[in-house]
């Protein structure tokens, strides 16, 4: 039987503890259904970097995230000594972001029933959203939902014209408090930052839509005390984001990684943002040619493996970006193909370039909402949300057709963008559903007595209802689609599995590996927690050339990939089953070597698995 003092604690405790056991629930049903996997191979590269895996040592620098937060990663994996600390990390940023959004909501319910049911409903929508993400982890993602949670937690939070914010000890000197009980939202800003400057740097100015809002619902507007609050907090914001980005600068201000970033920018501009054209050597003979390079290096190029060539270095990198822009342009797409694919999105048109399907539920819940805001501003009599809407669209607009025109629009950035705006709007309807948003509770209660046509028709169950719906219409189309890529990656990781095991058992090897051919394997997180070196690599990808990778080839005792190609009697060539390697003997053939690549191994299946090349240089030619 249940005594009154656990009635009390739980009473005391309850809009802790109810967000507490939704969360975990969520994360139980997970864990037990699925195993959870770093979505790309780029987060098994990170997950290497500062795990040991890659150098032989935790690195503090993992080029991808901020140092800051690198640094403190690298220390918890050389603590713990297990490859587990950044998976671990990773799940408690998403999850910790959906726990934080339950437990701000939790003040809207008045009684426990309502409180649960709360619960349900944004647990329900999480999960139809973001199981996907939950399960196939990776970490621009978690930095949206990071930016999120802070973004929410601003939203849900007290007024700043409220009494108990604006006096203490007789003074109006409340602004301080104000930006006190709203550093849980500075700080989820800069952990998302730290973690993804680039995603952070994209909701910013939603973050900026989202102060509007509030300020513009305090009463008065303009006074300096609501400027000290709302600005104080937006500084604060800036000032993490700027310690972040100097600290970082400071880390990598040595000569060899100012050239690595250097080729870095470089690289993200022409292989992410550009088209394919640009480095394809036929068509651009004329401008490669006057480079100094032949179509053997143009196929390093194009087949993303130019760590062999020395010469293709930041400089050279910089003129073939310059070429691109020249050609294709900042933008990748005109403004009246952007417009066109906007409005495109916006409609879920089927046949382009994004999955109408997995678009739809968010599109869905947006909308949702979009209409129960106005049907509440409109049953409540606030005209406010005109302007608040179109504010929101706007900032939208621009920031969907910057994404659009540069041609760069993958789900780990449309998602939490969406995901972003519906949580935004959720805030939104939750102030005008309550009186929580309002500076001015006693002009809302007069409101609240005027004779109302509409009082049948309560907003906040249909709200509920309405999102209900939504939210178990979508859950099972985005179960089975989880459940669908799970199965997908296990049948392609099972290669990977079994090679990383082979080159386990040949520690006395290096095996380098051709990019494309490893670029669709992932790895689960919590798989063997290893911290030793790796006898495996890239022949490029984006941390080629940089300091690490250089680190590593010296661990092995080779100065270049090319050398090691050429001179290592360990060194095996790793590429997928019926894969030309003619890019490669040709490349040393037009340098006076000849090589030649003997299969030894097949790993996988006959048609889809890797095989395992040993490299024979057998006679020098002479031009």
């Known amino acids: 039987m249940v005594s ?30 699925f195993d959870y996997y770093y979505s790309l191979n ?26 800051p937060l690198s640094l403190l990663l690298s220390l918890l994996v050389k603590v713990f000594h297990t490859s587990y600390v950044y998976g671990i990390f990773l799940c408690l940023c998403q999850f910790g972001s959906l726990y934080l959004i339950l437990y701000r909501s939790m003040r809207y319910g008045k009684k426990t029933v309502g409180k649960v049911l709360l619960c349900l409903l944004e647990s329900l929508l999480f999960a139809g959203l973001l199981l996907p993400h939950l399960v196939f982890v990776q970490y621009t993602v978690t930095s949206g939902l990071l930016g999120a949670a802070g973004i929410f937690w601003f939203l849900t939070g007290e007024a700043a014209a409220c009494p108990g914010m604006q006096a203490r000890s007789g003074k109006e000197n409340g602004w301080g408090c104000f930006v006190k009980r709203n550093l849980p939202a500075v700080l989820l800003c800069v952990l998302a930052f730290l973690l993804r400057p680039e995603m952070m740097m994209l909701l910013l100015p939603l973050a900026s839509v989202a102060g509007l809002w509030k300020w513009g619902m305090e009463r008065p507007v303009f006074t300096r005390y609501n400027a000290f609050c709302y600005v104080g907090v937006f500084f604060l914001i800036l000032i ?3 310690l972040g980005e100097v600290s970082n600068t400071a880390a990598y201000g040595s000569g060899e990684w100012k050239e690595f970033f250097r080729l870095f920018d470089a690289r993200t501009e022409v292989y992410d943002f550009k088209t394919e054209t640009i480095l394809k050597f036929e068509e651009n003979q004329e401008f490669y040619t006057s480079l100094g390079l032949d179509e053997t290096q143009g196929a390093l190029l194009e087949n993303y493996n130019y760590g062999i060539d020395d010469s293709i270095d930041a400089a ?17 797409k005109t403004l009246k193909e952007g417009i066109w694919l906007y409005k495109a999105r916006l409609q879920n048109m089927p046949g382009l370039d994004f999955d109408a399907a997995v ?26 949300v005109i302007w608040q809407l179109l504010a929101f669209g706007g900032v939208r607009s621009i920031l969907w057709m910057y994404l659009i025109l540069r041609n760069r629009v993958p789900e780990r950035i449309s998602h939490p963008l969406y995901t972003v705006e519906i949580v935004m709007l959720a805030a939104l309807l939750f102030m005008y559903l309550t009186k929580n948003g309002a500076a001015d509770e006693a002009a809302q209660e007069e409101l609240e ?12 169950f249909v709200t509920a209802a309405l999102l209900l ?18 199965a997908a990656r296990e049948e392609i990781n099972r290669t990977d599995i079994a090679a990383r095991a082979y080159y386990q058992s040949h520690p006395e090897n290096l095996f380098l590996a051709d990019v494309y051919s490893t670029v669709k394997f992932s790895e689960k997180m919590f798989r063997d927690g290893e911290c030793v070196l790796g006898n495996y690599d890239l022949l490029g990808g984006w941390l080629c050339k940089s300091p690490l990778a250089e680190k590593k080839l010296k661990a092995f005792g080779y100065a270049s990939l090319g050398q090691a190609l050429l001179e290592g009697e360990n060194v095996y060539l790793v590429a997928e089953t019926g894969q030309s390697l003619d890019w490669l003997t040709d490349y040393f053939g037009r340098r006076g070597t000849v090589l030649r690549a003997e299969p030894k191994e097949v790993i996988g299946a006959a048609d889809s698995g890797l095989v395992i090349y040993s490299l024979h240089r057998e006679e020098e030619v002479n031009d």
């Open 4 to 33: 009154e003092k656990q009635v009390k604690f739980y009473r005391k405790w309850e809009n802790w503890i109810l967000p507490l056991l939704f969360t975990l629930a969520l994360l139980l049903f997970t864990s037990l259904r």
């Open 42 to 67: 780029d987060d098994v590269l990170m997950k290497d970097i500062l795990a040991g895996v890659y150098t032989g040592v935790p690195e503090s620098r993992n080029v991808q995230m901020l140092y």
């Open 240 to 242: 993490g984001l700027l």
């Open 316 to 332: 050279l990198m910089e003129k073939i970006s310059g070429y691109s822009r020249e050609k294709e342009g900042y933008f990748g």
């Open 359 to 384: 678009e739809m539920p968010f599109l869905l819940t947006e909308a949702a909402l979009a209409v129960l805001l106005l049907l509440t501003a409109f049953l409540k009599r606030r005209a406010g």
């Open 449 to 460: 007595k005027v004779r109302n046509p509409y009082r049948w028709l309560n907003p906040v």
């Open 469 to 486: 719906v939504t939210a178990l219409s979508i859950l099972p189309r985005t179960f089975a689609r989880t459940v669908q890529e799970y």
